[in-house]
């Protein structure tokens, strides 16, 4: 990376007009599908259909616009590390807040052990 | 390089090369940027539970909002992420001042022109039809509880994405500034890459804010 940019004299990747051009392109057509594609009866792929787009324009956005295609190794690290750290928090959430429901105690239960139905 | 005199404008004496310096900007813009995404990544963990929780209210919420507006919106967001990219690049390659400033300017004019919308066009019609809870509620249709609920996801999602709009358009002001001072070259914009980097971010956000608050789960007649 760093003899790329004493050859040619400049610092970093200098990424040419027509991709910029070309990845905007692709965003915008994204967003005429994405929202095409909400107004078709998908049933459950829908949700599926549309985030898979967000991803797709997300990842066009971080390796061409923020030129993580031609970022260190450390730089990209560090970026799947926080997306990670996102899942761990989506999923831990999610694993807790929709398992949770109450527990039917059986009446006797109840009556003979109280601190039992206190524990659900 | 550095050990030969005169140091190029920009450049800290305790970096090795020019190159060093900016790959060091960079991945301290990233830590940055991966605490924001764990920011919004909050809202967004709590929008997928509640929605779990509330799918129908959430549905109807969802349909409140309207999507030509949001698309727009999305459209408006990606041309000024190109036009933020190319302004990066015109520094890079040593451009006249001139053009990084028109480039500048016409992103900032696009985040302007977003935020207007946004405000024009759907806040201030929310506030109108009285879906703003806390502000003017009176919708009285189905689901009601669960709507307030959407709606709460919705104002707090898109205020702080617009929040960090205008921090970006501030931002972009001090650019053009330093850019009308020559404080870049060829060999020193970290500055602009570092806020370019910030400014996608922010679209980013927009794309996933447009795909979860107003196309999630279809908006086909029966959906």
Redesign the interface.
């Known amino acids: 990376m760093s003899d790329h940019s004493e050859q040619s004299g400049h610092i970093g990747h200098v990424v040419p007009v027509r991709t910029y051009v070309l990845v905007f392109l692709a965003l915008m057509a994204g967003t005429a599908l994405t929202t095409a594609a909400a107004y078709t009866d998908l049933g459950r792929w829908n949700t599926v259909v549309a985030l898979a787009i967000a991803v797709t324009k997300m990842m066009l956005v971080v390796l061409f616009f923020m030129h993580v295609k031609y970022a260190t190794g450390l730089t990209r690290i560090v970026i799947l590390a926080g997306f990670f750290w996102l899942g761990i928090m989506v999923t831990l959430s999610c694993s807790d807040e929709l398992t949770r429901r109450w527990e039917i105690v059986p009446q006797g239960w109840q009556m003979i052990v109280p601190l039992f139905s206190r524990l659900f | 390089m550095a050990a030969h005199g005169a140091h190029p404008p920009g450049f800290a004496h305790q970096f090795e ?4 310096q ?2 060091a900007g ?2 301290g813009m ?2 940055f ?2 605490t924001e ?2 920011f919004f ?2 809202l ?3 929008y ?2 509640y929605r ?2 509330h799918y129908q209210s959430f549905v109807t919420g969802s349909h409140l909002l309207e ?1 030509k507006f949001g ?1 727009t919106n ?2 408006v967001l ?2 000024s ?2 036009t ?3 302004a990066i ?1 015109y520094a ?2 040593g451009k006249r001042k001139g053009q990084i400033i028109f480039w500048l300017i016409l992103t900032m004019i696009l985040g302007a022109l977003f935020l207007g919308l946004k405000l024009r066009f759907e806040w201030y019609r929310d506030y109108v039809d009285g879906i703003i809870p806390g502000v003017n509620w009176a919708y009285s249709g189905p689901h009601a509880p669960g709507v307030q609920l959407f709606m709460c996801f919705y104002f707090f999602m898109t205020g702080l994405h617009a929040l960090h709009m205008v921090a970006g358009l501030g931002i972009l002001t001090v650019l053009v500034i330093m850019t009308a001072r020559n404080k870049f070259s ?4 970290a500055p602009l ?1 570092i806020s ?2 910030y400014w ?2 922010v ?2 956000v927009w ?2 804010l ?3 608050l ?7 007649p ?2």
């Not at chain 2, 090369?17 to 060093?20: E, I």
């Not at chain 2, 060829?186 to 914009?189: E, G, H, K, L």
């Not at chain 2, 107003?214 to 086909?220: E, F, K, S």
Request: aromatic share 16%; with cysteine; glycine share 12%.
């Open positions: 090369t020019v190159g060093q900016r790959e960079q991945l990233w830590v940027l991966v995404i764990l990544g909050g967004f963990a709590s997928i539970i779990a929780l999507v698309a999305t459209y990606i041309c992420s190109l933020m990219a190319l690049r890079q390659v060829s060999q020193y914009y890459e370019g980097l996608h971010f679209d980013i794309i996933f447009f795909a979860l107003y196309l999630i789960g279809g908006r086909y029966g959906s």
